[in-house]
């Protein structure tokens, strides 16, 4: 069936540091792909998304990449602010099927 | 546009008892799906609702249930409360079902059960 891996966490990393948060994923055919974040007290919310091989999706400084090669979605920015201490979350959606999430990635950014 | 709303925002209850939750969607969004996120197991998929019909279900015991009014409004329910059962529930909508337009969340709903 479908699936998403994605890192352990928790993330720590100092303010200005580069942040990859690694997504692969399992489905048949072409799933749509998206990255979720979730502020603390918060529901998840939109990051960005994908929805064919190549395609790059970005907001607020962060981009992500769909790759078919790999199967691979993975998160980046290049300089992470105090502000992006959040939980991320990687998705697939596939036709009728339910979303799919992974596990969640902790990110703490330290001034 | 208003969002997702979901109440109540936090609920204790004794073990043994039952509990509603509501989740109002986003005007428009007829699909509804519910989330129970724990820190273990991270989000775990209960159910989804399309024009009052469950179309998808997560593996949850039958204690777990669900339904959808007309106006879209959803409400899960949770008999014989265990101490398992607390967890941040969230609710999340999106305009049709079957597509991939993204997913709208509620702030959720935390319940403490003791």
């Known amino acids: 069936g479908n699936s998403v891996t994605q890192m352990e966490g928790p993330v720590t990393l100092s303010e200005e540091a580069f942040l990859t948060i690694n997504c692969t994923y399992t489905?048949?055919?072409?799933?749509?792909l998206f990255w979720y974040v979730q502020y603390p007290g918060e529901g998840l919310q939109l990051l960005l998304k994908?929805?064919?091989?190549?395609d790059k999706g970005s907001n607020k400084g962060f981009e992500a990449t769909y790759r078919k090669e790999t199967t691979s979605f993975h998160l980046e920015k290049g300089s992470v602010q105090v502000s992006d201490s959040a939980v991320y979350f990687c998705a697939l959606k596939h036709g009728t099927y339910k979303y799919i999430f992974g596990t969640g990635t902790r990110l703490k950014v330290l001034a | 546009k208003a969002g997702v709303t979901q109440t109540p925002r936090y609920l204790i209850k004794t073990r043994g008892q039952q509990v509603t939750l509501s989740c109002s969607p986003i005007?428009?969004?007829?699909?509804v799906s519910w989330y129970q996120q724990t820190p273990g197991q991270g989000l775990q998929f209960l159910f989804e609702y399309f024009s009052e019909t469950q179309r998808n279900k997560g593996n949850f015991p039958g204690r777990f249930s669900g339904r959808q009014f007309s106006n879209s409004r959803s409400e899960m329910n949770v008999s014989t409360l265990e101490l398992g059962d607390s967890a941040l529930y969230l609710c999340?909508?999106?305009f049709g079902q079957g597509d991939n337009s993204p997913l709208h969340f509620g702030n959720g709903t935390r319940l403490t059960v003791t």
């Open positions: 999340a909508t999106q």
């Open positions: 994908a929805t064919k091989a190549d």
């Open positions: 489905a048949t055919g072409y799933p749509s």
């Open positions: 005007s428009g969004h007829r699909s």
